[in-house]
């Protein structure tokens, strides 16, 4: 089967949750990356290939609405190990419906508890903090097939 790769210049992200200040880039890093391409759908379940994180953390998806991301809301995620994971598994709620559009992304487990704490802590940063190499967020728009 073909899959659509969906490309999107984002350069500005009105998302909440990450800090403010210069111009956020998206995409993988050297020591953090996210594979969609080859993902799979089961039900509401989305597993991706592979992801690489520096520090315990969370591969988590954020939806789109009315075609904007939506940063502040959690559609699902899962805990992601030190290093190189292979077929990590995400449960979206509500169950993804094809074509629909996410923002698959990393947060770290910053405060190393080993939960995922979507908790605002300003106007814009949560206490699990996005994943970042410089100011490129680590993370991807993704097509669901």
């Not at 403010?20 to 995409?27: D, K, L, N, T």
């Not at 520096?54 to 805990?79: C, I, N, R, S, T």
């Amino acid at each position: 089967m073909k899959r659509l790769i969906l490309m999107m210049p984002l350069v500005l992200l009105p998302l909440a949750g990450f800090a403010q200040g210069p111009a956020i880039s998206m995409g993988n890093g050297e020591a953090n990356s996210i594979v969609t391409d080859g993902a799979t759908r089961d039900g509401a379940t989305l597993t991706f290939p592979q992801v690489l994180i520096e520090g315990e953390g969370w591969l988590v998806l954020h939806p789109f609405k009315d075609g904007k991301p939506q940063g502040e809301v959690v559609a699902g995620y899962a805990p992601v190990a030190s290093g190189l994971s292979g077929n990590v598994a995400v449960t979206v709620d509500p169950a993804p419906e094809t074509g629909d559009l996410f923002i698959v992304m990393l947060h770290s487990d910053a405060n190393a508890n080993g939960r995922f704490d979507f908790v605002f802590i300003n106007e814009r940063e949560v206490v699990d903090k996005a994943v970042f190499e410089g100011s490129k967020m680590i993370g991807q728009v993704y097509l669901v097939p």
